[in-house]
């Protein structure tokens, strides 16, 4: 599990908390300190296979636009600066 702070410019691998199972949602997490301006927050997987969870513009690539299953682009938030945090979608 990769993240990133910076709306996918630079990565880091995170922590796993197990279990860790095949095929299962698994908790993660990361030191990161927040300096209160807004921030989009992305999480990226990668299977056994070395398959790296894709961003949406190379999911509609593959899939096209009106496909609505397995949607398993990266996920983003949009952190505010009142520290509410919104799920968004980036290109």
């Known amino acids: 599990m990769d993240v990133s702070v910076d709306g996918g410019r630079n990565w880091k691998r995170a922590r796993l908390q197990g279990p860790v199972l095949d095929k299962c949602l698994t908790r993660f997490d990361l030191d990161w300190v927040w300096d209160g301006k807004p921030a989009i927050v992305q999480s990226r997987a990668t299977d056994e296979t070395g398959y790296v969870q894709p961003t949406y513009r190379q999911l509609r690539g ?25 799920n968004v979608q980036l290109g």
């Open 62 to 86: 593959v899939r096209g636009s009106r496909s609505i299953y397995h949607n398993n682009a990266i996920q983003s938030w949009l952190v505010e600066e009142s520290g509410e945090v919104k």
